[in-house]
């Protein structure tokens, strides 16, 4: 069929019109710019890949050299915020690999292990949706809201739901450091440690990234009509707790599918955190969950056993967080 054909596709031209089309195909490796060089997800999960690909067995030295040195529940703490917080800087994806690495060197039970990578994973989910370099869920809310009213910048979700988030992270830590001084450790012994990935699977992940991106563009901009007509009018309270199925979906494709500029500050506030909090639940809820989970070997009943506890605790806490200031202004 020709294109003058499909422009009689309902759908097809009309919903995906030739700007989006452009937008989808610039949105992954522009989101914003440092000293005129445009700045992307993609290019930061290549850089941020090709750094740990080259330094991997400096990581594996230095890690080796401090779990002996510090005290085990110490390392855990800082396993689980420090990728956290400079995942919104390296992604989501490099940040996973990382723990993927590390943990391997704690001694400790798998038991253990796991709860680790788990409470680690969820850090990282915190985190990442801190900038639109972290991961595709915050790439594609600072796409969908670069426009009037909110014209959102690099720093927009830093402002919107940082003070949220940070604590949130410190918490979890503190969290895995609790857990780990009850639990008895074994010798020093990287007995899952993974050999270093061939460089073409970190050019392969980088344009796996673009094109994951591409298409959240594409099927957002699908759901405009659904998003007109519905979730303007979606009470911020139901919106937040229908966004515990992101723990069975990817949350990137729900955001893309309700992040827009006709929402309230309030309802997406409530979207992004119901996305967030529920992600970790389950092993295709987010990205680190699914790198980490493969690399150590952990199933999805490990996974769940320790996950969704945390991330309904998570929930009901973000929703108090959330909604009494605005119900005590009589908002709600």
Not at 73 to 99: D, E, Q, R, Y
Not at 116 to 124: E, G, P, Q, R
Not at 249 to 265: C, H, K, Q, R
Request: glycine letters at 8%.
């Amino acid at each position: 069929m020709t294109i003058a054909g499909f422009a009689h596709v309902p759908g097809v031209i009309t919903g995906w019109r030739w700007g989006i089309v452009i937008e989808s195909l610039i949105a992954p490796i522009r989101i914003g710019d440092f000293f005129g060089i445009p700045i992307g997800i993609v290019q930061i999960v290549l850089v941020a890949g090709l750094a740990v690909y080259f330094g991997f067995t400096a990581i594996e030295n230095a890690a080796m050299r401090v779990m002996k040195q510090v005290p085990v529940p110490v390392i855990a703490f800082i396993i689980i915020v420090m990728p956290g917080l400079v995942s919104s800087l390296i992604s989501a994806i490099v940040a996973a690999i990382l723990i993927a690495e590390l943990v391997c060197f704690l001694p400790l039970q798998r038991a253990e292990m796991i709860k680790v990578t788990v409470i680690a994973c969820f850090s990282i989910g915190l985190g990442a949706a801190l900038t639109p370099v972290g991961e595709p869920l915050a790439t594609i809310t600072i796409e969908k809201l670069a426009g009037p009213p909110y014209y959102a910048g690099f720093g927009y979700l830093v402002e919107t739901i940082g003070y949220l988030v940070l604590p949130g992270i410190l918490a979890l830590g503190i969290l895995g450091m609790v857990m780990i001084s009850r639990a008895g450790t074994v010798g020093i012994s990287p007995r899952c440690r993974q050999y270093r990935e061939p460089i073409r699977n970190v050019i392969v992940r980088a344009l796996k990234v673009y094109v994951f991106i591409m298409a959240l563009v594409l099927l957002g901009e699908g759901f405009n009509p659904l998003i007109m007509a519905i979730l303007p009018h979606t009470p911020a309270t139901v919106l937040y707790w229908f966004n515990i199925v992101s723990a069975i979906l990817d949350n990137a494709t729900l955001a893309s599918a309700e992040i827009s500029p006709v929402l309230t500050p309030l309802q997406i506030k409530s979207a992004l955190m119901g996305l967030i909090a529920a992600g970790v639940m389950l092993i295709p809820g987010n990205i680190p969950n699914i790198i980490a989970s493969r690399k150590l070997k952990i199933s999805s009943r490990e996974w769940a056993k320790i996950a969704i506890p945390v991330g309904l605790v998570a929930m009901v806490i973000y929703f108090i967080a959330i909604f009494l200031p605005e119900y005590t202004r009589g908002l709600l």
